[in-house]
């Protein structure tokens, strides 16, 4: 209520007068023509026989123009956080935990930054492309029942996918790219 007591808007049409603000627990605020519900998922669907406006927790924002719906302002940043305490890091089960929960986390932001492609070459073809594949250690490339052909597969960052089309395009065949959910470099 406090974001929207500090919009001129709100202000010029309802002075001083709080919002309402409901939740199962409690109600506070006073005004009935602004009131703030407590959403328990799907709030994006709300708008508009439910609610005129929303506030929400988006990454991309692809739901709330699925419903239609525009950022109109960002209130916050935020990010997640994997928080411990020092006993917990002093018992070494309770740190080989975290440690693995951590991994885990970092696969999955790791991931958004990756594509796997699989590719088909042939095998005249095959060192040209190795000069110009990134890969996390190097490419898995396996014979095909075809003689002469080869299929590699690799992770490369989606920043470097743009620039290995041109070659892609000229010694591949059958490209696909998938989107990883987790890219884990167990070695660290």
Same mark, same amino acid.
Request: no cysteine.
């Given at each position: 209520?406090?974001?929207?007591? *500090?919009? &001129?808007?709100? %202000?010029?049409?309802?002075?001083?007068?709080?919002?309402?603000?409901?939740? &199962?627990?409690? %109600?506070?605020?006073?005004? $009935?023509?602004?009131? #703030?519900?407590? $959403?328990?998922?799907?709030?994006?669907?709300? &708008?508009?026989? @439910?609610?005129?406006?929303?506030?929400?927790?988006?990454?991309? =924002? !692809? !739901?709330?123009?699925?419903?239609?719906?525009?950022?109109? @302002?960002?209130? %916050?940043? $935020? !990010?997640?956080?994997?928080?411990?305490?020092?006993? *917990?890091?002093? @018992?070494?089960?309770?740190?080989?935990? #975290? #440690?693995?929960?951590?991994?885990?986390?970092? =696969?999955?932001?790791?991931?958004?930054?990756?594509?796997?492609?699989?590719?088909?070459?042939?095998?005249?073809?095959?060192?040209?492309?190795?000069?110009?594949?990134?890969?996390?250690?190097? &490419? %898995? #490339?396996?014979?095909? $029942?075809?003689?002469?052909?080869?299929?590699v597969n690799t992770v490369v960052s989606k920043s470097e996918m743009l620039g290995l089309l041109p070659t892609l395009r000229r010694v591949a065949q059958g490209l696909v790219v998938h989107a990883p959910e987790q890219v884990?470099?167990? @070695?660290?």
């Amino acid at each position: 209520s406090k974001y929207l007591m *500090a919009l &001129p808007e709100y %202000t010029k049409r309802f002075g001083r007068l709080e919002p309402k603000v409901v939740t &199962p627990w409690w %109600t506070k605020g006073k005004n $009935s023509k602004a009131v #703030i519900y407590l $959403s328990f998922g799907a709030t994006e669907a709300k &708008p508009p026989e @439910d609610a005129d406006a929303i506030v929400e927790v988006t990454e991309t =924002g !692809s !739901s709330l123009e699925q419903n239609n719906l525009k950022v109109m @302002d960002e209130i %916050t940043v $935020s !990010s997640a956080r994997l928080v411990t305490n020092s006993q *917990a890091l002093d @018992d070494p089960w309770k740190r080989e935990k #975290i #440690i693995d929960l951590m991994a885990g986390l970092k =696969g999955v932001v790791e991931a958004r930054k990756k594509v796997h492609i699989f590719l088909n070459v042939r095998e005249k073809d095959l060192q040209r492309l190795l000069k110009s594949l990134p890969a996390l250690k190097k &490419p %898995t #490339i396996s014979p095909l $029942s075809e003689k002469g052909w080869f299929a590699v597969n690799t992770v490369v960052s989606k920043s470097e996918m743009l620039g290995l089309l041109p070659t892609l395009r000229r010694v591949a065949q059958g490209l696909v790219v998938h989107a990883p959910e987790q890219v884990l470099q167990l @070695d660290e």
